[in-house]
Structures are given as C-alpha cells and as structure tokens.
C-alpha cells in the first residue's frame, strides 16, 4: 500500500517554509494591492491555476497580492483554509465592503478580460457589479485593485515568452512554467485536516509502490473542447511497463471502457458508478458537505498522481496542467510533447 507519510502528506518540497518566508517579505513590501477573488465562477484548478498567474503579475508590477476565498463555490466554511494553510494574508473589511469584495470582485469570463458569454442576465449582473466596484475605488481613493481590473494582465502574451528574475525567490532567467511552479509550491500545502482525511481515503486503494497516473475527462470538458477517448492514454502505457494505473477522472463509463478492453492491467479511482461526468454548474448546485467531500477526492486523487512515476494528462483540462506546473519531469501530454501551459494558453 502507498506509505502515509508521518511528517507532510503533501505535494510541498522541503524548501517550502524558506521560500514562503522571502515570498511573505517581497509581497507584504509593495504599496498597491490587489485583492484576489478565488471560488468565483470556475472548477477549483481552474481558479487555482489562474491565481498563480494573478501571484505572478503581482510579482512582476510590485502589486500586493490578497486573497479572499469566503464564501467562494469551493468552500466549506472559510474557504481556502478548509483544505490549506495559508501562504499570504486574506481580506479582512467592515461588513459593507467585505460583501463588495464577495459579490462585485470577480472573475471575468474570458482570458481577454471580457464579460459577455454567459447570456444577457450574468452580463446584466456583472456590468452593474463592476460599477459599484469601480465607484468604491474612485470614492475611497485607495490603491486597491479587484480581480476584473487586472484579469486581461495575467494572461499577455509577452508572459509567455519572457525571462524571469525574481532574485529574493531565487528566480533567475526562469521560464513561466518554472516560475508558476515555485508558486505552485508555495501555496499548496494542506493543512492538518486536509493531510489526515486524504491519507485516509488512499489507504482504501491498496495502491502498488509504483504505479503511473492520468487524468481522462468528461462532463461538461466538451463544452469547451475536444474529449479525448481512452485509447491514446492506453496506447502510451503499451508502450511503457507499467500496468498499474491510476485515474482521475469524472465519468465511470471511462472506467468501464478500461475494465473491459484492457483487462491485463489494473486501474485504481475514486470514481464511482453513479458519477457520469462532472457538470460545474451541477456542483455548484450541491450541499456544502457533499462538496467538500467531492473535493477531497478530488485532492487525494492529485497528491496520488503526484507520486506516481508517470502522469498523462491533457492540455485541455486544469488538473492536467497543474501536475505538470508541480511535477514536471513526470509529466506527460497526450497532446503534445510540449509544456502544457504554453499549449492551453494558445490554442
């Protein structure tokens, strides 16, 4: 069985405590401020993997990063302190403003900044949202900035191409997805709770020593872009020796599939037979309990696949470019041989 580990049943590399130390005293010295929504309107990665950008133009234009995650589609109770221990400070305000930030501070809907694509009544919304936000700056005259005001930022193309050097993180002609990666590190860690309840649910899987992962999506992925089926995946570990593979995914019909064309290897999940693809908008739609323990799969399933020694993903789905931000040199793309941030991001 996978071994739990007595100290930090995490993805968090020993560096962690010194680098979050540099990163704390870098963030805290900035004057502007920019107060970040996360658990607006997307999945938890794709919130997650887009704050790292926000953490990154922070960096980069000496913007104080601050998150406010209460309340967000993804909490329990508090937010990002329901899963993790806190790496930056989180808003605090009178009742007023704190529900300005909850309900006008917010994620726009295209990587450009744009707020139109969900139809005229979420557009009617956020335009009106963005006003009072807008009218808060101007009539408080402070320097702080909401999510929507510097969304359009996070995602310029020179980004992609630039060299990093942040010399108090040790960052020094770094590419993004090195730098996306460190803050990755910085700020995924699961608190105690988290750490115990995720040992828990890998125990129940018997898992080998050594295994490979991937991820394979459904649901409502095909919205938004072309759903690969099992066969690439399985044509890459034919390749391989591997024949104990864990997988992540949203649909038991994929299981299914595995189970029936590919008997000669084991597969371990923590899908179940009622679960046919994941649906965002359904998810959102669920009690808090039911959600938090959908998302406790969910993390169990990435600290797994993290410590397989093959991971196969796609550069259509956020989990999938996560796990190449934090273990790149296990990770792979069914898409291409490419990094996947730079393939999701120029499609």
Same mark, same amino acid.
């Given at each position: ?16 405590? *010194? ?62 302190? !329901? ?5 930056? !400070? ?6 007023? %403003? ?5 309900? +006008? ?28 936000? *807008? ?12 999510? *929507? ?6 995602? !310029? &193309?020179? &980004? ?23 803050? +990755? ?13 995720? +040992? ?17 999506? @459904? ?10 089926? %099992? ?13 104990? %593979?864990?997988?992540?995914? !949203? ?5 299914? *599939? ?15 037979? %009622?679960?046919? @693809? ?70």
């Amino acid at each position: 069985a996978l071994p739990i580990y007595k100290h930090n049943y995490s993805l968090v590399l020993d560096d962690r405590t *010194q680098l979050l130390k540099r990163y704390t005293a870098l963030n805290d010295s900035f004057r502007e401020t920019l107060v970040f929504r996360l658990g607006d309107s997307g999945g938890f990665f794709s919130e997650y993997n887009c704050m790292l950008f926000a953490m990154l133009y922070c960096l980069t234009h000496e913007v104080r990063f601050i998150l406010h995650s209460e309340g967000g589609n993804f909490a329990c109770n508090r937010g990002w302190s !329901d899963y993790f221990e806190p790496f930056c !400070d989180t808003f605090r305000g009178n009742s007023i %403003v704190h529900s300005l930030h909850t309900y +006008a501070n917010f994620r726009p809907f295209g990587l450009d900044g744009s707020i139109i694509g969900q139809g005229w009544r979420w557009h009617l919304k956020k335009r009106i949202l963005n006003g009072l936000a *807008q009218a808060y700056r101007r009539l408080s005259r402070c320097n702080v900035y909401f999510t *929507q005001d510097l969304w359009r930022f996070f995602y !310029d &193309a020179e &980004a992609f191409s630039a060299n990093y050097n942040i010399p108090e993180l040790g960052i020094k002609d770094e590419k993004i997805s090195s730098v996306l990666g460190k803050l +990755a590190r910085i700020t995924w860690c699961f608190n105690k709770c988290t750490n115990q309840r995720i +040992a828990t649910l890998t125990s129940t899987l018997s898992l080998p020593p050594n295994y490979a992962s991937c991820q394979i999506r @459904g649901g409502d992925k095909i919205l938004e872009a072309r759903l690969h089926t %099992v066969i690439p995946y399985m044509e890459y570990f034919k390749k391989r020796s591997w024949k104990d %593979v864990f997988v992540l995914t !949203d649909d038991y019909t994929i299981i299914e *599939q595995l189970l029936r064309y590919y008997g000669d290897y084991c597969f371990y999940t923590f899908c179940t037979p %009622v679960e046919r @693809g994941y649906f965002h908008r359904s998810f959102s739609r669920i009690g808090r309990n039911e959600r938090c323990e959908q998302l406790l799969r969910l993390f169990a399933s990435v600290d797994i696949m993290s410590r397989s020694a093959l991971f196969l993903g796609t550069t259509t789905s956020n989990p999938s470019i996560f796990m190449n931000l934090i273990r790149p040199e296990i990770s792979k793309s069914v898409d291409s041989d490419q990094n996947m941030i730079y393939l999701y991001f120029n499609r």
